[in-house]
């Protein structure tokens, strides 16, 4: 068995894994690690989930370790992420083997008040981890200088490209020494990826540890049809009644806020996740997820790529994806680490043709229900055997981090007594 210490890695960070449980490392691992520690340029491909943040997280700890000490507002390292989700989840992993090594990392997302960002950026940072908006900002305040920068990695580059950011990301890397390293992952190498890459990286060493499918064996994919609208809301609400973490996928910020609220209204624990989210909001969804607190995540496409949480059990597509990638970076939310997972779509009449292509394109084999004919869809056996799925029974909540107001216990009383009480008038007329 190849272990960590075989890849080259120093020690300290071997150690910082083994007390995470960590001993074995990932195809993309074991590829890339050795490259990336030789100081060479990496154009990795690999399935999300597949452990790409330790992949270039690792090595570009231990070169810079060794490689002197950064000054304030000139990182060594950087790290361009799509979203903030990804980029907190980025720097909340490789905090801890880089405080192994005497060093700081330190995240910049957009949400948050940039005065933070520049009194944080006033003591020396390591390794920042960025999305290229916020990134920008600081540039253009002259808060942050990237001159110094050793090795930049960026991840999910093709989210970074579907979401409009390469010419940032362009703008940033032409900040960067030319002469620096350059780590690239992500799950697709083609069009505007292959541009970036033929632009920045110096005869890159290229590993693809697997094609982009969500062809994982521990996970399961069923596709229902539900019929019409009703009966398709039905459904989502007795499968977000089950037991387990479940993300519910919806294509608008708009249908993501409607349906927690009708989520919530039959007692369920949802909490909403998209881009016009404050980011203590997105952060206590995040994080009461992970917990477990919270069992149900609505969300966008934002989430399909920023989050790598353990124990999701169920994927649910109640909005089909516009295309077959969203499929399946939205499928491999489940099914991480070797869990076993389900991923279920949910298709109306009017949907079948669509979905039907798009899971062609997507290379899935997804086993087909047809509960559309029954009286009550959400009933099916087959839903319930899949899914888990049961009638909620809760009461109903408040919206997302308000408490539900408690009546007094002696409200009624109070209330009676002040009914009975005399008129101070009244009182006058009885004293005469």
């Known amino acids: 068995m190849t272990t960590f210490a075989d890849l080259g890695l120093p020690q300290r960070l071997v150690h910082v894994l083994q007390n995470q449980g960590i001993t074995e490392p990932f195809p993309i691992q074991r590829a890339a690690i050795p490259d990336a520690l030789a ?148 799950a697709t190498l083609d069009g505007d990826v292959n541009k970036l890459v033929e632009q920045f990286l110096h005869d890159p060493v290229v590993h693809s540890t697997a094609p982009v499918r969500a062809a994982v064996d521990s996970m399961s994919h069923h596709l229902f049809f539900v019929g019409d609208r009703p009966a398709r809301n039905e459904v989502v609400l007795r499968i977000a009644a089950r037991q387990g973490k479940t993300i519910m996928f919806m294509r608008t910020k708009h249908g993501v806020d409607r349906q927690v609220k009708k989520l919530r209204r039959a007692g369920i624990n949802a909490y909403p996740l998209h881009g016009d989210k404050g980011q203590g909001a997105r952060t206590r969804a995040i994080e009461g997820f992970a917990d477990g607190s919270v069992p149900v995540l609505v969300a966008t496409d934002i989430a399909a790529r920023g989050i790598d949480i353990a124990d999701v059990s169920l994927v649910v597509h109640v909005d089909p994806p516009a295309e077959h990638k969203a499929y399946l970076h939205r499928a491999g939310r489940t099914a991480r680490g070797g869990a076993a997972g389900t991923v279920v779509t949910l298709a109306m009449d009017e949907q079948r043709k669509e979905v039907a292509t798009l899971i062609k394109k997507a290379g899935v084999t997804a086993t087909e229900h047809d509960i559309s004919e029954r009286d009550n869809p959400a009933g099916a056996p087959a839903l319930k055997e899949v899914t888990g799925a049961r009638k909620p029974n809760g009461p109903a909540l408040p919206p997302p981090g308000q408490v539900a107001p408690q009546k007094p216990k002696n409200a009624a009383k109070s209330s009676n007594s002040q009914r009975r009480r005399p008129s101070a008038k009244g009182a006058r007329r009885r004293r005469r």
């Open 39 to 186: 100081g060479k340029d990496v154009l990795g491909r690999g399935p999300t989930g597949s452990g790409k943040t330790y992949t270039f997280g690792l090595p570009m700890l231990a070169r810079l370790a060794g490689a002197g000490a950064s000054t304030p507002a000139h990182p060594r390292g950087l790290i361009l992420a799509p979203t903030r989700e990804l980029a907190t989840q980025i720097y909340q992993r490789l905090e801890e083997p880089a405080a192994t090594l005497g060093l700081r990392v330190l995240a910049v997302v957009g949400g948050v008040n940039i005065n933070h960002h520049i009194r944080s950026l006033a003591r020396p940072v390591d390794v920042l981890v960025a999305t290229p908006g916020r990134a920008q900002d600081l540039v253009n305040q002259h808060k942050l200088h990237l001159d110094a920068v050793q090795i930049t990695a960026l991840d999910e580059a093709d989210q970074m490209a579907d979401m409009g950011f390469l010419p940032q990301v362009r703008k940033l890397l032409r900040l960067t020494p030319a002469s620096g390293q350059r780590l690239l992952f992500s």
